[in-house]
């Protein structure tokens, strides 16, 4: 037969006030010797009291654990609680990392593809004679005319054409044989 409601809010009290006495012995008995062990670890006492008072707090929410052993909930009691220690050591808080609202640097734009072409045309470019490479980087990166470059070069102005067009028919096929197509 159920129990009537009023007794059950009773047992549900005392139940608590159970939990609640066994915590504060828990407290009483074990809240020092786990602050020195945990100042033993980190070297820090403001650490010791958070992870004490989180072990005390993890002990409590564990159902049926306050009603152990002493000695055995002694060993779980430093078990939990050099693993909050270790979880702690790792955690983002004591490595002093912070988040922020805004990135410290701004973005940079993803140069891959202007990275792999450069280093395309530079094996292209190695891939042509010395006379046709000459008057193509002249011409198309250092902004010369072939008036210029013959000039330059002490050839004839038809000759630095020639080049120019026999150099690039080279280069277009270079970048075929890469599998350039564009």
Known sequence: ?????????????????????????????????????????????????????????????????????????????????????????????????????????QPAADRTEQLLDTMLLQDALASLGPHHREVIVRAYFGGRSTAELARELDVAEGTVKSRLHYGLRALRLAFQERGVTR
């Open 1 to 105: 037969m159920d129990d009537p409601p009023g007794e059950r809010r009773v047992t549900q009290s005392s139940a608590r006030d159970r939990r609640d006495a066994a915590l504060r012995e828990l407290h009483d008995r074990y809240a020092g010797s786990l602050w020195r062990y945990v100042v033993s670890l980190t070297g820090r006492p403001a650490d010791a009291d958070d992870i004490v008072q989180e072990t005390l707090l993890r002990a409590w929410r564990t159902e049926g654990i306050l009603d152990e052993d002493p000695e055995q909930l002694r060993g779980w009691l430093f078990t939990v609680a050099r693993n909050l220690v270790i979880d702690q050591a790792r955690s983002a808080r004591r490595r002093h990392e912070e988040t922020r609202d805004e990135q410290p640097d």
